[in-house]
């Protein structure tokens, strides 16, 4: 667990920056509506909001994958490093060092857990040795993977598809990680183990992650800030620790309050009177 110490430093250099985007399905359906955020090297950013608010359209934007659903920016700027991305595919994306793990695992079900890990490192260009070595160390991430390594990734566990998918971006050696709701459908135990396998990713191999998430109390756990969304709009940020210990958000996302745990039914009744949208 992080303590309120371990924050990203404002000085850190930027790696992502997402400017004021308004994101279109369809030509028609506007979904995100002036979206900006921020992650640093070495961050680790928590974009949470309820189920629709536009937390996995966000990554999309990022990460390319806006275009294969009808999707597109149509204003604002998307920035890795200084430079425009919002133009580029996915696999351009991919080679500049972002790497999205899409919600609800997609592993390549009649591959085994090593061919899938191996569909990860396509866009190396530096051969068989290292394609070992990154191997050998997702294995001791990710134990349990090479336990299965031979089995069929569609007879795994839920929780070991994450791991593998999590896996596999790893082979393409990322510095940033979009990690779209890594909880999902997850007991808790695991949902335990994931988390604290991003933090030593974060921490031992440098990796940033921006991580999309519905499980707003374990998420404000391992992030360093956080955004929430809301109806395809940012209406808080800040510091993790400030977020979890904010009125609000203790009340409408964590059920708790200054009386208490909340009800399912005061929670909602919250939500129609939240001081953010009035």
């Known amino acids: 667990m992080l303590d309120a110490a371990n924050t990203v430093d404002a000085t850190q250099?930027?790696?992502?920056?997402?400017n004021n985007i308004e994101v279109i399905y369809n030509h028609v359906i506007l979904v995100l509506k002036g979206v900006s955020l921020k992650v640093p090297k070495g961050g680790i950013i928590a974009l949470l909001g309820g189920n629709g608010a536009g937390k996995t359209t966000t990554l999309k934007a990022i990460s390319g994958l806006l275009a294969s659903e009808r999707g597109e920016v149509t204003k604002g700027s998307i920035?890795?490093?200084?430079?425009?991305?919002?133009?580029?595919?996915?696999?351009?994306?991919?080679?500049?060092?972002?790497?999205?793990?899409?919600?609800?695992r997609h592993c390549f079900e009649h591959l085994t857990v090593e061919e899938n890990l191996l569909t990860g490192y396509y866009t190396r260009t530096t051969g068989k040795a290292e394609m070992a070595e990154m191997l050998e160390k997702v294995y001791a991430y990710f134990p349990r993977l090479k336990e299965r390594r031979k089995s069929q990734a569609g007879y795994t566990s839920g929780g070991e598809q994450q791991m593998?998918?999590?896996?596999?971006?790893?082979?393409?050696?990322?510095?940033?990680?979009?990690?779209?709701?890594?909880?999902?459908?997850?007991?808790?135990?695991?949902?335990?183990?994931?988390?604290?396998i991003v933090k030593d990713l974060n921490e031992q191999e440098g990796v940033s992650f921006l991580l999309a998430e519905q499980n707003t109390n374990v998420a404000l756990r391992f992030a360093h800030y956080g955004y929430?969304?809301?109806s395809g709009r940012v209406v808080m940020d800040?510091?993790?620790?400030?977020?979890?210990?904010?009125?609000?958000?203790?009340?409408?996302?964590?059920?708790?309050?200054d009386e208490g745990r909340k009800s399912f039914r005061d929670v909602r009744s919250y939500r129609r009177r939240k001081r953010w949208l009035s």
């Not at 896996?167 to 994931?194: F, Y």
């Open 238 to 257: 800040g510091p993790a620790q400030d977020l979890r210990e904010n009125p609000d958000v203790k009340e409408f996302y964590l059920g708790m309050s």
């Open 79 to 104: 920035r890795y490093r200084g430079d425009s991305v919002q133009h580029e595919d996915p696999a351009q994306i991919v080679r500049k060092g972002v790497i999205q793990v899409m919600e609800g």
């Open 164 to 196: 593998c998918a999590i896996g596999r971006a790893m082979m393409a050696k990322p510095e940033t990680i979009l990690l779209d709701e890594p909880s999902m459908g997850l007991a808790p135990q695991l949902v335990e183990e994931i988390f604290g």
């Open 228 to 230: 929430i969304l809301e």
């Open 13 to 18: 250099e930027t790696l992502l920056e997402v």
